[in-house]
């Protein structure tokens, strides 16, 4: 009775901190992830430390609940019954195929869930399954490792390919390498698989290649990818024609042929051509995109704006990484490190269950405009160590074998007490151009000097 009161003062103080470890709960259940790590695993195998105790002492961490790894480990040390040299040879032998089985899963079991609640967002192209794909790099490691300690050079751990579903706004896929200093397009073989028939693909030059584009036609899968200087065999058909204007700049249009130079193959496509109003990072005035797509089912204008929700992937990318911490410095080791960061992805998906149950309830235009990932993830990380002290873990158990039909109305009747004023967002204005640095006569200078002479300066004379 006591735990049923505390849990009710939970649900009215916090309901997203309960629809955070409900979730985590159901999905991270014990059962559901050995059976994931005995089914996926060929080398490793389960002696003293499962692999389930592994995922939830990491997600701890990326949740940013325990500042480390070691930490975690200090304090439930009794509860893990191996040392932590066995903690951390688990992670640094961690197999690169089951952490990325466990984004997969997370991906599986989120869009259950979220279409349950009917909590999915507005499709990029009706009759099309929309899928973005692109690179993160994880950030140097420390130098802890022997082979590291004689070099200044930045030790880079690893990185990974990610294919997001903006529908579900969920990482289906994640395509992790060991290898830091691999050319992204070398991991592309291994991303075909994943793509099917009447999927859209959208990218940026990097991933343009002839085999990339090639393999994704013959799929009977689709395209829409910025055009690379030099990665692809292409000739123009007639004139570019001028189609209309966009809020980036206008739009033209002209007929390509890719050619596949190995089999002599040949595919019609669409070039599309967007004359920007502002350039790129890079300084383009120009981008081009490649596009297989019937006409009829996307104009120009079209592709140029489903280009643009790329950045839906980046804004992905950030959230990982600054909202949740899917890079740990102290993990040198490419296994290691990939398996925190795909954990971490796995738990964005989480988060994506729990954001589709605000959509289902609030709408996606409130849920775009008003709630801050920040905001949300701070309220969650804040609560949730106290909570758990509150009401012990095997209060929650009864989560872990709930049907999908009674978890999603729970979650809905959750979201409902969710008060998004308390997570709004407040986006900064325009960012004003940065103005010509002076150059420095001293190594430090007085803040309340400069304020005050500013002051002076402002005062009109009388």
Not at 117 to 130: F, S, V
Not at 143 to 166: E, F, I, N, S
Not at 293 to 299: E, F, I, R, S, V
Not at 398 to 423: D, H, N, T, W
Request: charged share 25%; aromatic share 8%.
């Amino acid at each position: 009775m006591i735990f049923k009161d505390v849990f009710e003062r939970f649900v009215d103080e916090s309901p997203a901190s309960v629809m955070a470890r409900a979730v985590l709960e159901n999905v991270f259940a014990p059962e559901k992830l050995d059976a994931i790590f005995e089914r996926v695993a060929v080398r490793q195998y389960t002696r003293e430390l499962l692999f389930s105790t592994v995922v939830d002492v990491m997600s701890t961490v990326v949740c940013r609940m325990h500042p480390s790894m070691h930490n975690v480990y200090l304090k439930r040390q009794a509860e893990l019954a191996v040392s932590a040299k066995a903690l951390y040879d688990k992670l640094n032998h961690m197999e690169l195929g089951v952490s990325r089985e466990l984004v997969r899963y997370a991906a599986r079991e989120g869009e259950i869930l979220i279409r349950r609640m009917k909590g999915t967002r507005a499709p990029l192209l009706k009759k099309y399954r929309c899928r973005i794909l692109d690179g993160n790099h994880l950030c140097g490691t420390e130098h802890r490792l022997k082979v590291l300690r004689q070099t200044r050079a930045g030790a880079l751990p690893g990185q990974a390919l990610v294919l997001l579903d903006p529908e579900l706004m969920l990482v289906v896929d994640v395509f992790p390498c060991a290898d830091g200093h691999a050319q992204e397009r070398s991991i592309l073989p291994g991303v075909l698989p994943s793509i099917f028939p009447k999927d859209v693909l959208i990218a940026d030059r990097n991933f343009c290649t002839t085999q990339f584009l090639f393999g994704i036609h013959r799929k009977k899968a689709f395209f829409v990818i910025r055009q690379h200087s030099r990665n692809l065999f292409w000739r123009t058909v007639g004139k570019c024609r001028f189609i209309g204007r966009t809020r980036t700049g206008l739009v033209y249009e002209q007929t390509a042929i890719l050619t596949d130079p190995e089999t002599g193959e040949e595919m019609v496509s669409r070039r599309i051509t967007v004359k920007l109003k502002k350039p790129t990072r890079d300084g383009d005035l120009e981008i081009h995109l490649f596009t297989d797509l019937p006409a009829a089912d996307a104009d120009a204008l079209k592709i140029a704006d489903l280009y643009l929700r790329r950045w839906t992937l980046e804004t992905a990318f950030q959230e990982v990484t600054t909202h949740l911490k899917c890079e740990l410095n102290t993990l040198g080791y490419p296994q290691a490190a990939l398996f925190a960061f795909c954990v971490a992805t796995a738990c964005y998906n989480l988060l994506g269950i729990l954001k589709g149950a605000l959509c289902a309830v609030h709408g996606e235009a409130k849920l775009k405009e008003d709630l801050s990932n920040y905001q949300l993830t701070t309220e969650i990380s804040g609560v949730y160590r106290g909570m758990m002290i509150a009401i012990p873990p095997p209060e929650w158990e009864s989560f872990q074998a709930m049907p999908v039909a009674k978890l999603s109305q729970i979650l809905l009747q959750l979201a409902r007490g969710i008060r998004l004023e308390q997570l709004q967002k407040f986006p900064r204005g325009p960012k004003k151009p940065q103005p010509k640095k002076k150059p420095a006569q001293f190594q430090h200078v007085s803040t309340a000097k400069l304020l005050a002479a500013a002051r002076k300066k402002r005062k009109k004379p009388t």
